[in-house]
């Protein structure tokens, strides 16, 4: 079955360091995501992405975070100046679209990958 | 703030019960429900989804909506022990805006040999 790849599995970093993260989508996909799971706290939403543009951002997704799609497999998330609070979880996740009435919408289920844990020293 | 909330439990029962599983949300507007499994340590894993109020079954597992009272639930017939798990209630509004699964904190399932 399809799955979501995230590389690497394990990163630590000093703070103040600039870090990406890397993911490799379903390939039939067209929208992207990004998750954060702080630990013993809830999986939050950061960024989704689609036609190589951001669609929504949370609060969380400000000028130190950026997303980008280098080419035509990879989709990457990049933290400028790491802060301790960045250690969480990270989780890439990708959906379908489905096309109804002439306007690209997507409520298929959004499938995760294995994630990327983030420890910032 | 949309919330979306679960009992944080644990909820245990014993091997070959039922387990149930509720989750109530805030916005009136959302349409498309979801619940994920997340093993200690792992990602979340889709289990169901359910869009229209009602009953959906696939295999041990059932979800149900009603978007007038605004809850969800999953029902796990058969439960083993390797059902053990926490598990997520996600709510996404549908808009050519909105994207984002909004998570609840999750329930923690223990099921009992």
């Known amino acids: 079955e399809p799955e979501v790849t995230q590389t690497p599995s394990h990163q630590v970093t000093q703070m103040g360091q600039e870090v990406i993260l890397r993911c490799v989508p379903i390939?039939?996909?067209?929208?992207f995501y990004w998750y954060r799971q702080i630990l013993g706290q809830k999986v939050e939403f950061l960024v989704s992405?689609?036609?190589?543009?951001?669609?929504?951002k949370s609060e969380i997704f400000d000028d130190q975070f950026s997303v980008e799609r280098p080419d035509g497999s990879n989709f990457t998330l990049k933290i400028r100046s790491t802060k301790l609070e960045d250690s969480a979880m990270y989780f890439c996740?990708?959906?379908?679209?489905?096309?109804?009435?002439?306007?690209?919408?997507?409520?298929?289920?959004?499938?995760f990958g294995d994630g990327t844990r983030l420890s910032i020293l | 703030q949309k919330e979306v909330e679960q009992n944080s439990g644990p909820l245990s029962v014993p091997e070959g019960a039922i387990a149930s599983l509720n989750c109530t949300y805030s916005?009136?507007?959302?349409?498309?429900f979801f619940w994920y499994r997340q093993y200690s340590g792992k990602s979340p894993e889709l289990i169901m989804s359910?869009?229209?109020?009602g009953d959906k079954e696939d295999g041990r597992f059932t979800a149900q909506l009603n978007k007038a009272s605004q809850y969800v639930s999953l029902l796990i017939r058969d439960s083993q022990p390797s059902d053990s798990a926490t598990y997520l209630c996600?709510?996404?509004?549908?808009?050519?805006?909105?994207?984002?699964?909004?998570f609840g904190k999750g329930t923690s399932l223990l099921v009992t040999p």
């Open positions: 996740a990708s959906s379908e679209a489905y096309r109804p009435g002439g306007s690209w919408v997507s409520n298929q289920p959004q499938h």
């Open positions: 992405f689609y036609n190589n543009e951001i669609s929504e």
């Open positions: 916005d009136r507007v959302s349409q498309s």
């Open positions: 996600a709510v996404k509004k549908d808009s050519n805006s909105g994207y984002a699964l909004n």
């Open positions: 390939s039939n996909h067209l929208y």
């Open positions: 359910i869009y229209s109020n």
